[in-house]
Structure formats: C-alpha cells, structure tokens
C-alpha cells in the first residue's frame, strides 16, 4: 500500500499542515515504510518531498516523538522507535473503581511486588531499611489513632520497590499505587474508627513480617511474606464486594 506524497499545499486544509505531515509520516510508520530503528528522511529531503516549510517538519517531528513514534538523535538524525505503535499499558481510573477490577488490579501486584520484596532483601542500603521502617512506624501510630489516611501503606511499599533498587519496579508500583490509592482512601472513610484500627494493625503486622524477612536478607521468605499479603489484601476485597453485593 502506498501513501499519497503529493505536496501537502494541494490538499484539503481541514488540518493544519503539520498535522497532515504527522498522519502521513504515522502511516508510513506503521505500514512499515520506514521500519522500526530505520532513520527517517532528513528535513531537507521531507520539506521537498512534502512541500513544506523547515518549520512544519519540525513541529510534526515533536508531534510524532510526544506520541512515542520516533527519537531524535541530536545530531544525527530522528529514528522510528523499536516500541513504535505498540499499545501503552494503561489502567483507566473509572475502571479501577469497580471493585471486580480492583482485585484484577491487586492480583498484577502480587506478581510484580512479590519479586521487588525478594531483590530488596538482597539490595537493601541502610537508607531503604529507614524508609520501610519508618512507613511501618507511622502505620502504627495511624493504628492507635484511627488516622484515616493510607499513605503510610502506600510509602512502606514505594519504599520496598525502592530498595530493590530496580526504577522500574519503582515506576510500575508508583503507577498502580496512584491508580488504586482513590478507591483506598474512599473504602477507610466508609468505615467506623475501630474497624479502621483493626484493619490498619492487620495490614501493618504484614508489613512487619516483610520487614522482617527484607533486614534478614532472606529473598525467598520476602518474596513469600509479600505474596502472603497481597493475597490477604485481595481476600479481604472480595469479603468487602460480597458484604456490599
């Protein structure tokens, strides 16, 4: 399949002109005209080839990079992306808050923090081992005074992606945490201080038992203590969304 390279000046102006460099350049992409890693053509070759202003090149060059299509290589080039029209994983906030999708989204966390517990057991710095300690810390004070706020919870497990020392599992947890932490906050004030306390003690103790197998440097039991939690955490949900249904 071709793509039409007459000079944009003679088509139709619903779309301004580097919008229509962007569409044209984006189905070249994706027919594969110009393959992933390939360097595209240079400016000079596009505004003769388009009939286009240096300026309209470059403005659908920062369109086509902003949409995660192309890199540019200062001084030698604009690149289409190995990545290139693959669909970004994204978890939409409406969805997250239907419950059903709530334990869909605990259970992708036991995966991926089960393993970031196990790397921080072996990664941990003295700096981590504060930040996780001082998580479950506040925790227990929200315990013994009904504190409605989930950010030490969300802190303890930033902290343990943190401490494996892996930014992706930091970016990952850091996404999903902001995805789900609404539903969190909204589920705490639903309910009367003392549920609150007895919820917020049981979720800490879990967290002490992490804790505990991450400053052990025992990989395995962190992996365990973590996946243990998470499964709690998911159980509990379910009784939540069978107590309510």
């Known amino acids: 399949m071709t793509v039409d390279v007459s000079p944009i000046t003679t088509w139709a102006r619903r779309e301004s002109l580097s919008s229509q460099v962007v569409r044209v350049l984006s189905d070249r992409i994706k027919q594969d005209e110009y393959p992933r890693g390939s ?4 400016e000079k070759a596009l ?7 240096r300026t309209v090149v470059r403005e659908a060059v920062a369109n086509l990079r902003a949409s995660g299509l192309v ?4 001084g030698i080039g604009v690149f289409v992306r190995e990545d290139a029209g693959v669909t970004p994983f994204r978890l939409g906030d409406a969805d997250m808050m239907q419950a059903g999708n709530m334990v869909k989204g605990l259970e992708l966390r036991i995966g991926i923090e089960s393993e970031a517990a196990a790397l921080a057991a072996e990664r941990w710095t003295q700096a981590d081992l504060k930040a996780m300690t001082t998580a479950c810390d506040i925790m227990d004070e929200a315990v013994k005074h009904s504190t409605r706020d989930t950010l030490a919870d ?14 992706h599992f930091s970016g990952i947890f ?3 945490g902001e995805t789900l932490m609404p539903r969190m906050r909204r589920t705490t004030h639903a309910v009367d201080d003392k549920t609150l306390s007895t919820h917020l003690a049981r979720v800490n103790k879990e967290h002490r038992a992490i804790l505990s197998a991450i400053e052990a440097r025992d990989a395995d039991a962190a992996r365990a203590a973590m996946r ?10 379910l009784a939540k969304m069978r107590q309510d249904g």
């Open 39 to 42: 360097k595209l053509p240079t």
């Open 47 to 53: 505004m003769e080839e388009l009939g286009v202003s």
């Open 71 to 74: 890199s540019i290589q200062h």
């Open 154 to 167: 969300f802190e303890f497990h930033c902290a343990v992606a943190a401490a494996s020392h892996n930014e």
């Open 174 to 176: 850091n996404y999903l």
């Open 228 to 237: 243990a939690h998470l499964i709690a955490s998911k159980d509990r949900t």
